[in-house]
Every structure is written in C-alpha cells, then in structure tokens.
C-alpha cells in the first residue's frame, strides 16, 4: 500500500495524545496502519495512545505471515487489540497519575484483495473510491447508540453536546475487545483512518473530495488539516490514507 500521515495539535489542545503507526512488513508482505486517540488526564491519554501504537504493531507484526486468510488476520488483530489493553491497564496500575487513561484505536491491515479493519471507540475508518465513501467501522459513543435508536439523525450527532462520549475504549475496560470487519479493494481505492478531530469538523464529502478530487495526494491531509483549523480545529487531528496497489498482503 502506499500511504500517508498527518498528526496536529489543533488551536485548542495544549498537548497532542493522538499517536499513529504505519509499518511495512515486508516478510510478510503487509502493511499495518494503527491511529490512536488517548484520554484520561494531563499527560495519561498521551501515555496510553503511545502504548497501545506501540504494542499493537510488536505483536501483530510477530504472526504475520505471507497469504493469511482474512478471517485469520482478523484473530490476529483482536489478539494484538487485547494485548495493547493489557499493556495499558498494567501502565495504569503503576503511573499514580494515570489510572483513568485510555484510547480509542483504529487499525487497517492489508490482505490480499482489501484490508481487515478493527477499532475500538470513536476514531473511524472510512473506504473512499471513485464510486463515493462509505464509513466502515461502526463508533462506540452515546450518539452512535442514539442514531440506532433513532432519536436523532447522523447529522445531529455531528453537534450533539455529548458526541465526545465513548462507550468502549482501551484502558477503562479491562475486557474491552475491537471490532473487525473485512473491506475489500480495488487497486486505486483507499482507506482513510482518523481521529475525531477530523470527523468532527470535516464532513465526509469534503474527505471524498480532497481524496479524489482534490489535487496531489502527497497533500491530501493536509488540506484536509486546513479544513479543520478553518472550523477551529478544538481537538487533536490525525489521519493515515491508504491506497490499495495491485498487489496487497
């Protein structure tokens, strides 16, 4: 896959705990994508966001092998979900100052014809093509669960008060396991992963456009940056962009 990264502070935050990973395992022929949103005090969300990158890539990259089934990359990635959540929780129980941190995570990891997708929490992962984009990963938040009740629409929750309200995250919840969905590609076609820095002041159209339409991908995100400090940018921002090859995983 090739790909790219952007992480900022934004015009409000006063520290940056979003953390993010890309690695190329050549080995196995895959690429593994991590984007982390920490919370949970001054310093802990930083710690937590930077435990969980780190661990999950070590040991999901140590059982990758060439030719893996999805359903086989799907195990693997829910095993590296829950040892990341272990290393966190153990981290918490030692720092006095960080017993309430946590992080979202979202992942992509290539295979052969698409990626496998996990996340746990609010930070997405959407699949954008010529044809349009579509949202992949289902977020764990009181809006989300309000939208599939239909008490209010997906556009409301964009401005909804409690829209920052997460109810699955890593840290908080010891037994805390991600969800995994397969996502087939099509050479050409990409996967964006991002923070709710993003999702909250950039819409999904505007992503679809800068993506496909919107001039040289080298500076997709950052365009895409500017956007959202245009908005205020009141949180952290950081995304990855995939773009499938022919030849993946």
Not at 105 to 123: E, I, K, Q
Not at 162 to 187: F, H, K, M, Q, V
Not at 215 to 236: F, M, Q, T, V
């Amino acid at each position: 896959m090739n790909h790219w990264e952007i992480t900022d502070i934004g015009l409000v935050r006063k520290e940056n705990q979003d953390a993010y990973a890309v690695k190329d395992c050549p080995e196995s022929g895959h690429t593994i994508c991590v984007v982390c949103d920490g919370m949970g005090g001054t310093s802990g969300g930083k710690i937590a966001s930077e435990i969980a990158v780190r661990v999950y890539v070590e040991e999901l990259e140590k059982v990758l092998t060439k030719n893996m089934a999805s359903e086989q990359l799907k195990e693997a990635s829910s095993y590296a979900v829950s040892l990341a959540n272990r290393a966190i929780c153990t981290a918490a129980e030692e720092l006095e100052d960080c017993q309430n941190m946590g992080t979202t995570l979202v992942s992509a990891v290539s295979c052969t014809g698409g990626a496998v997708v996990t996340n746990v929490g609010d930070s997405r992962a959407y699949h954008i093509s010529e044809g349009g984009i579509h949202r992949i990963t289902k977020d764990h938040s009181l809006v989300e669960n309000m939208v599939d009740r239909g008490d209010i629409t997906a556009e409301e929750a964009r401005r909804h008060p409690s829209r920052n309200l997460i109810t699955r995250a890593l840290g908080p919840n010891a037994n805390a396991e991600g969800d995994c969905y397969i996502c087939p590609l099509a050479a050409g076609e990409f996967i964006l992963l991002c923070s709710d820095g993003l999702v909250n002041t950039v819409t999904d159209q505007e992503m679809l456009f800068e993506v496909i339409h919107g001039g040289p991908l080298d500076s997709c995100l950052s365009r895409l940056l500017e956007i959202a400090k245009s908005r205020g940018a009141p949180d952290n921002v950081t995304a990855v962009l995939l773009e499938t090859t022919d030849k993946e995983g």
